[in-house]
């Protein structure tokens, strides 16, 4: 079963890793794209909140012919709201639609690039010889970074929408408010836009709170991946060696290594549940306490006549958008505990792959090409991952057209020297000399056959250089050498 996820960073080394993880893109070749498409989205964000400012001035308007029973102000302002509701749709639209345009565009990069990283000097291959803790590197390739880009874009947005909107009702709120007074010893004390700090310290406490709440979150949706791509990935390798398994009888094995691993995902499911829960339990709390909570605290100023229902409701309305501005960190918790696991994968993934990438750079065997195509091996260790040595000082020379046979007892290192020699093992020292590229060709012990045409699949892993009859030609004759017992 997988081990639990090891602990992070602290908040400031999190977010100067997090930049080092966003900024390539925002620099790369397709910066102008991806900066004028967030521009965009930003504009998009700054108009809906002006018409949140549209729609409280005109609670003030409609709630106000309501009270004074105007039936030609009440009809006018259901022509206002009509207007208004329909830019807000074509608003919301706009930007849902600009924002997942930036999103596949900035996944397409992100992907191309860590695949590339992933296959850059083997560094997939060294993954799986040296055991490396960055497990199931292909969901974080696909998933994660699938959730990476349209989080981190749906939180940046959410976060700038925030922004604006306090900035945007603060003013208004302060000036709905007017003065509060207080006698504190005695004395008269007048508490100028004291909506304002009501909505402040709601916020603050439950920002806190929440944070007290749902802490256990981040380490739970961590593990929580880790166990259910563990899981997927049995179920894959069963489809691929269905054929071996079948021949061994080993159904009943499997299927205990299923369950086994399917409990993982169980039991840490039920402890998502249970940090859920209590988070849960108190946002919506604090939600359904932020609906009438304005009310209470503008209560005084409406029954003293010194407002009307219209300025009560635009007080709520104000009120209710300075206070979800100030709850950012609130109502977008569970979205923030899910986005960090994922980043912290990621940000694992790349320390691997560039600590994979150094011990390549540092190897101490020592590759040339050979002058005249012969192979050849100068005091040529051999080694295991954990350090034991399975061949030391080995010299040896094979001329272009020699037939050699390797012989020796079974875990000498005989099919780890070939690994050696095709450049793909990492744990060895001295010299190589091979042929030049593409002089030589390594069979796998286990054949593979690449997704795509027949084509493709006898040309791999090249992409061209022969023509139809040619590859007509060279199956007519594997046959035939088949069905006689030629070589």
């Not at 997988?2 to 080394?13: D, E, I, M």
């Amino acid at each position: 079963m997988p081990t639990a996820p090891r602990p992070h960073l602290g908040l400031v080394p999190f977010f100067v890793r997090l930049w080092r993880l966003t900024r390539p893109y925002w620099f790369s070749d397709d910066r102008w794209a991806a900066r004028g498409l967030f521009a965009v989205v930003i504009g998009l964000t700054v108009g809906g909140v002006w018409l949140e400012v549209l729609f409280n001035s005109w609670n003030n308007d409609f709630y106000n012919a309501l009270q004074e029973k105007d039936e030609a102000a009440f009809w006018t302002q259901f022509g206002v709201f009509g207007w208004l509701a329909a830019l807000f749709i074509a608003n919301f639209v706009a930007t849902r639609y600009v924002s997942l345009w930036l999103q596949i565009r900035w996944r397409d990069w992100l992907t191309k690039r860590y695949v590339d990283a992933w296959l850059e000097n083997r560094v997939y291959y060294r993954f799986q010889v040296t055991g490396a803790e960055t497990d199931n590197p292909d969901q974080r390739i696909a998933e994660d970074v699938r959730l990476f880009v349209s989080t981190t874009l749906g939180l940046l947005v959410q976060l700038i929408n925030s922004v604006l909107t306090l900035g945007a009702f603060l003013t208004i709120l302060w000036t709905l408010s007017g003065d509060f007074s207080v006698t504190l010893f005695g004395t008269e004390v007048a508490i100028p836009g004291y909506m304002v700090w009501f909505a402040l310290v709601y916020s603050v406490a439950g920002t806190w709170l929440t944070h007290k709440v749902g802490k256990p979150l981040v380490p739970l949706n961590y593990a929580q991946q880790r166990y259910e791509a563990d899981f997927r990935f049995a179920l894959v390798r069963l489809r691929e060696n269905a054929e071996q398994v079948a021949l061994y009888g080993g159904e009943a094995r499997e299927r205990a290594n299923f369950r086994a691993r399917f409990a993982g995902v169980a039991a840490n499911w039920y402890s998502l549940m249970w940090a859920g829960l209590k988070l849960n339990l108190f946002t919506s709390l604090f939600g359904q306490l932020a609906i009438v909570f304005p009310f209470i605290v503008a209560a005084p100023r409406y029954f003293s006549g010194a407002m009307q229902l219209g300025g009560l409701m635009q007080t709520a309305s104000a009120f209710g958008q300075v206070q979800g501005a100030l709850s950012f960190f609130v109502q977008a918790y569970a979205q923030l505990a899910d986005w960090k696991s994922v980043v912290d994968r990621l940000l694992d993934f790349e320390t691997a792959v560039a600590a994979a990438e150094e011990a390549a750079r540092k190897s101490p065997l020592r590759q040339e090409a050979s002058p005249d195509g012969a192979l050849a091996m100068e005091d040529v260790e051999l080694s295991l991952p954990d350090g034991r040595v399975l061949i030391a000082g080995a010299a040896a020379r094979v001329e272009p057209g020699a037939r050699i046979l390797l012989t020796g007892d079974s875990g000498s290192g005989k099919s780890t020297l070939f690994r050696l020699l095709a450049g793909i093992w990492p744990f060895g020292r001295g010299k190589l000399r091979l042929p030049p590229a593409g002089g030589v060709l390594f069979l796998p012990q286990k054949p593979y056959m690449p997704i795509g045409t027949l084509r493709e699949a006898l040309l791999y892993p090249h992409d061209g250089g022969a023509d139809d009859a040619k590859l007509r030609e060279t199956l007519d004759v594997q046959i035939v050498s088949f069905e006689t017992g030629e070589r």
